[in-house]
């Protein structure tokens, strides 16, 4: 199964609305998760279950779709957002990742 | 607070082995299942394989089937990968995750480790 994210990078301005879009290459229902990863570092789960805010994390965050579009939603960018975002489906095995959108803070 | 640890890593040649250990902490380690994740340098996640919290279910992602073993030790809270007939193309970051799973069946890598990296050269 192929997950496809767009865009592959965006730059965008502090307090701006981004969305990132990842696309199933099947129905995998509501069984997407995002993650955040910053240079070096490990990655962070943000979101479970399409739209379900894992504990701790900003509301600024949100998720949302199911079958086979999904987007994750920055409401207000802050500069501590600047990171890789990847999107992973938990449907079946092999899990599968998206090749990640990396968001730049103008 | 949940801290998985790997250690491991390091350089080896081309169809050489390696076992990469991952000790755990925080939370009650025989009842989670848990997962390799590998992250080429600059490059994307790729899930390499899942054990459940008795051992009874390994799954194994295609690149790696067959080469590599995953198992761990619930008396010692600890997890590991053995790695054989090493390539090129698993030069990687290989990460120690705790899976977890919603009622409704989603998988999700709810908690990572630091990393531990593998260079597979000549």
């Known amino acids: 199964m192929q997950m496809t994210q767009s865009p592959s990078s965006l730059s965008a301005s502090v307090g701006d609305r981004v969305t990132f879009t990842c696309r199933a290459s099947?129905?995998?229902?509501?069984?997407l998760n995002w993650y955040q990863q910053k240079p070096g570092k490990a990655p962070d789960l943000l979101i479970y279950g399409a739209s379900t805010l894992q504990t701790g994390v900003p509301s600024r965050f949100s998720g949302s779709g199911s079958g086979t579009d999904f987007t994750l939603t920055i409401s207000s960018l802050q500069p501590e957002d600047s990171a890789t975002y990847f999107c992973q489906q938990g449907y079946s095995t092999p899990y599968t990742f998206g090749q990640g959108t990396k968001l730049e803070i103008k | 607070e949940v801290h998985l640890v790997e250690s491991g890593g390091g350089l080896v040649k081309p169809g050489g082995s390696l076992r990469l250990s991952c000790a755990a902490s925080g939370f009650t380690f025989s009842t989670h299942s848990l997962s390799w994740v590998r992250q080429s340098p600059g490059q994307g996640l790729e899930w390499v394989a899942s054990?459940?919290?008795?051992?009874?279910?390994?799954n194994y992602g295609d690149s790696v089937k067959g080469r590599f073993t995953i198992s761990r030790d619930n008396a010692k809270n600890s997890l590991y990968l053995q790695m054989n007939s090493l390539r090129a193309e698993d030069t990687a970051v290989y990460y120690c995750v705790r899976r977890n799973q919603m009622l409704s069946g989603d998988y999700y890598f709810e908690n990572w480790g630091q990393g531990t990296l593998v260079t597979v050269s000549s």
């Open positions: 099947q129905n995998i229902l509501t069984y």
């Open positions: 054990i459940t919290s008795s051992s009874s279910v390994k």
